[in-house]
């Protein structure tokens, strides 16, 4: 799954490997997704998450709900935008950022990260924590929009150059079986969520 909200999901900008927090509705998403799990996903052997804080905050009550300890992998990491952190999707767009790399996935920002290494660091950590659980129990990792996007783009489609056909909500539960060949079993649910967004909706109205 993707995080919790954080303030430049609202925003529109580019957090990849700036550690934000969560905002108070991602901490209240978490604590959905967590009860969700705990009703859903009783027999997961373990759980993973990015090192960046807001994915360990989404991620801290759902090991809680499951008494499992945390497991913290850096390749779970979202895409560094290096030098480019913190700009607007609209700027990134502007400048022809997103073609550029959909031409070369090699490209990579100063400091940054390319599509490619990306995809390559968080496939090979998908297929080692599978193959760590090889015993069929479900594994729960909770890392980053980007990331995951590409990962899954390549591992079920084949081209990662379509990562934004996999856009996920915050929290939303997405379950990716590796075996015998990769597929999604489902994609961004986020039913568990309804009446945390239902109640923010009638703030709204109310106030």
């Not at 998450?49 to 360990?56: I, M, T, Y």
Request: net charge negative.
């Amino acid at each position: 799954m993707r995080h919790g909200q954080i303030a430049a999901n609202l925003t529109r900008h580019w957090h990849g490997s700036t550690d934000s927090e969560l905002t108070e509705v991602g901490h209240q998403q978490a604590s959905c997704v967590a009860r969700a799990l705990a009703a859903e996903a009783a027999g997961a052997s373990a759980i993973y998450a990015s090192p960046l804080r807001r994915a360990r905050a989404t991620a801290e009550p759902i090991a809680a709900a499951l008494g499992l300890p945390l497991r913290i992998e850096p390749a779970f990491a979202e895409y560094s935008l290096g030098q480019r952190e913190g700009a607007l999707y609209f700027d990134l767009v502007r400048e022809g950022f997103f073609k550029r790399i959909e031409q070369d996935p090699d490209h990579a920002p100063p400091d940054g990260e390319s599509p490619r290494a990306v995809v390559s660091r968080m496939t090979a950590a998908l297929v080692r924590v599978a193959q760590e659980h090889a015993d069929g129990d479900s594994v729960i990792v909770v890392s980053h929009g980007a990331a995951l996007g590409l990962a899954i783009a390549e591992l079920v489609g084949g081209d990662h150059r379509t990562w934004f056909d996999y856009h996920m909500h915050n929290c939303g539960l997405t379950e990716l079986a590796l075996r015998p060949q990769p597929r999604l079993v489902r994609f961004n649910e986020t039913g568990h969520l309804q009446s945390l967004q239902a109640g923010l909706q009638a703030g709204l109205q109310d106030g």
